[in-house]
């Protein structure tokens, strides 16, 4: 595949800005911070007279142009999903100490005093819970996967699956822990998209190049962080009446109003622009309500799917009610990346701990869940690579953890960092591997360990991105932020 696939950002001096950008921002329209980002780093603002920011280039030739990131929120269980373990249901009922598997619950390995806690009922959390879900292997490549997922395992050739993650945050603040590197208790740090953003250039002037979608608890609601609310994503509604928060003027204007408006700011903006002839940061806010007015056009035509053929619409789901919200939203990103956006965020069952939280009714809750994401997931696998875009989209499939081996109560699972999975398709990407593993019963990463940054880092290879060379004065990333990249499965 080709290298170049960025293209060239327009590079004029802070001061050709000055003008009718000048006037709009300080009329103040209504449009504040949804889509700064992109142009703070078109127009080259610096943080101070030694340092600038990326020129919106890949440091290396990139393989990909876009990601989908989809996150299901609450903790999947790896075991009932992409990671089965028959030993569960062999040793069902027993604690972990009378399995041959007790070595898993080693302080030392850990780090941990003690981890069997009785819950209310006087059960001990470490007694194995038998799997939910049976398993089968699927195309030529014999991945098993859960029964629970039949469209997302008819891509089984299509899919990178990486069995042996760990992270530290044991509970759901473990979401930003995943999209950003770091336990929440060490601060708030740009998230993965946010870099992404702040690194590379715009792919389409009309549309924002950092979008997300669904519901967001407020402890990962925001992505700039230190980088700014330029970084941000942008939030939208698939919705073509009402995508974005203050798409659309509190009134009518009739064609003739609207161009006198234009004529008396043209006027009023030459005024401006003498008073104010070198301010680059009150460019770029007005560059970003200018997208942002751009965008009342562009996002509703997006999000509009009369357009799509009635089988298009079957395969994300829309013809069912278990499917159709998700599958709304799948199918826009796809119509998103093949327009340019370069990051699409996509969170399902947010709000409170997460729809995929299943403490108690594990098969219930799965299997449910499963039902909404399934069909919209595989479709958009499909629907990518016979379009094309597969090999420049990167795709991947994440939660913040995965669940427990033994039992909490008497038919769910608890929240587990020790190991669990995550799978990715396109993108340059090996098709139809898995790499890593977890112990007999799930329990810990054994094989090929990665934190969850070293997701971040595949992802920013991919796309041409070093992270060491996007650090800014003053912040210092740890080496553990940065990750390392898993080329066992680039292509």
Not at 75 to 94: I, N, Q, R, V, W
Not at 349 to 362: F, K, Q, Y
Not at 431 to 450: K, L, N, S, Y
Request: charge should be negative; aromatic fraction near 8%.
């Amino acid at each position: 595949m080709s290298g170049n696939l960025w293209q060239p950002q327009p590079s004029g001096a802070a001061a050709s800005l000055a003008g009718r950008r000048r006037f709009l921002a300080d009329m103040g329209l209504g449009f504040t911070g949804l889509a700064l980002g992109a142009m703070l780093h078109r127009d080259g603002i610096a943080r101070d007279s030694t340092w600038s920011p990326p020129d919106g280039k890949p440091h290396f030739p990139p393989q990909v142009k876009s990601v989908i990131w989809l996150f299901l929120n609450g903790g999947l269980s790896h075991m009932e999903s992409f990671d089965p373990k028959p030993m569960l249901t062999k040793y069902a009922g027993k604690t972990i100490d009378e399995t041959p598997f007790a070595a898993v619950q080693d302080p030392k390995k850990l780090a941990l005093e003690r981890l069997v806690v009785p819950d209310a009922n006087g059960n001990q959390r470490n007694k194995l819970y038998p799997l939910q879900a049976g398993f089968k292997k699927h195309g030529e490549s014999g991945i098993e996967i859960s029964d629970w997922f039949p469209h997302i395992a008819r891509n089984a050739d299509r899919l990178a699956v990486v069995r042996s993650l760990w992270t530290t945050d044991s509970n759901h603040g473990a979401q930003t822990q995943f999209h950003s590197g770091r336990h929440r208790n060490d601060g708030e740090f740009p998230n993965l998209g946010a870099w992404v953003h702040y690194g590379l250039g715009s792919l389409n002037e009309n549309l924002p190049q950092f979008i997300s979608l669904g519901k967001r608890e407020y402890w990962n609601k925001q992505d700039g962080h230190y980088l700014g609310p330029a970084h941000d994503a942008t939030p939208l509604r698939i919705d073509p009446q009402n995508p974005l928060d203050f798409g659309r003027p509190e009134r009518t204007f009739s064609p003739e109003a609207h161009g006198i408006g234009v004529d008396l700011l043209g006027q009023l903006n030459a005024l401006r622009g003498v008073e104010y002839p070198d301010d680059p940061a009150l460019a770029a806010r007005v560059a970003s309500y200018e997208l942002a007015f751009r965008m009342q056009k562009s996002v509703p035509e997006v999000v509009d799917f009369t357009q799509e053929t009635a089988e298009c619409q079957k395969l994300y789901g829309l013809d069912q009610p278990h499917s159709k919200a998700f599958g709304m939203q799948l199918l826009a990103a796809r119509r998103f990346v093949e327009r340019g956006v370069r990051f699409v965020q996509i969170q399902h069952g947010g709000g409170g701990a997460g729809a995929w939280d299943a403490h108690s009714r594990l098969k219930a809750n799965h299997s449910g869940n499963a039902l909404a994401v399934d069909q919209p997931i595989g479709g958009l696998l499909e629907d990518l690579d016979r379009r094309g875009l597969l090999d420049e989209t990167l795709v991947v499939l994440a939660s913040e953890f995965g669940r427990t081996p033994g039992t909490q109560g008497a038919d769910g699972r608890d929240h587990h960092i020790f190991g669990f999975s995550v799978c990715l398709a396109g993108g340059g990407l090996k098709r139809g591997v898995v790499h890593g593993a977890t112990d007999e019963i799930g329990f810990h990463a054994a094989e090929d360990r990665h934190y969850v940054t070293d997701i971040h880092a595949t992802i920013l290879q991919q796309l041409g991105l070093d992270s060491r060379r996007l650090e800014i004065p003053g912040r210092k990333r740890l080496d553990i932020d940065h990750g390392e990249v898993i080329r066992e499965i680039i292509a």
